[in-house]
């Protein structure tokens, strides 16, 4: 990495000139070549507009879960404590890998002893590129959006890939 400085040939990841010391962290950024790679970078999750989650207490059962679930054409619930504070998440993919086929009666069982206690989150002001990584790299569908540990919303991947979608328009 050149110094725009002085000229000094530093290794690359350098943080700063070996010979004048400048700070080189600005250099060592991505930048944008296109409109997506822009959105991904600077604009906020809001700009998803997070869907209004669909939400249950920990004592729920699985049976109304996936009534609700059913009822309202959707592949997600949070869980939330009475002050709506997100506890964890119960989705399809709990249903299927943590109920379905495994265990007998359990209609009747609540649904915090199979969601997914403490999901990971983002907030509305993260960048869409960091909640796409995060659901990337822990293969999730939907995403938890929470402001001040409160749930506030859901955004999915398809949520993104629309938002993808109308950019190359």
């Known amino acids: 990495m050149i110094c725009p400085h002085c000229g000094q040939d530093n290794l690359p990841g350098s943080e700063q000139c070996s010979n004048c010391c400048m700070d080189l962290t600005q250099l060592d950024r991505p930048t944008a070549n296109n409109r997506i ?19 249950v207490r920990p004592t729920a059962t699985i049976r109304d879960s996936i009534q ?10 949070l869980v939330v404590n009475e002050a709506n504070k997100l506890l964890g998440i119960f989705s399809e993919r709990d249903l299927l890998r943590r109920v379905a086929g495994l265990h007998d009666n359990y209609a009747d069982k609540p649904v915090q002893e199979f969601m997914t206690a403490n999901p990971e ?40 890939l629309r938002h993808i979608t109308r950019l190359c328009q």
């Open 37 to 55: 790679e822009r959105s991904l970078m600077e604009d906020a999750v809001s700009v998803l507009h997070p869907k209004k989650p669909f939400t």
């Open 121 to 160: 989150t983002v907030s509305a002001n993260d960048t869409l590129a960091f909640a796409l990584h995060k659901m990337d790299v822990g293969g999730y569908r939907h995403m938890p959006v929470v402001q001040d540990g409160l749930a506030t919303g859901v955004v999915s991947v398809r949520d993104m």
């Open 68 to 77: 609700m679930m059913l009822a309202k054409d959707i592949g997600v619930l």
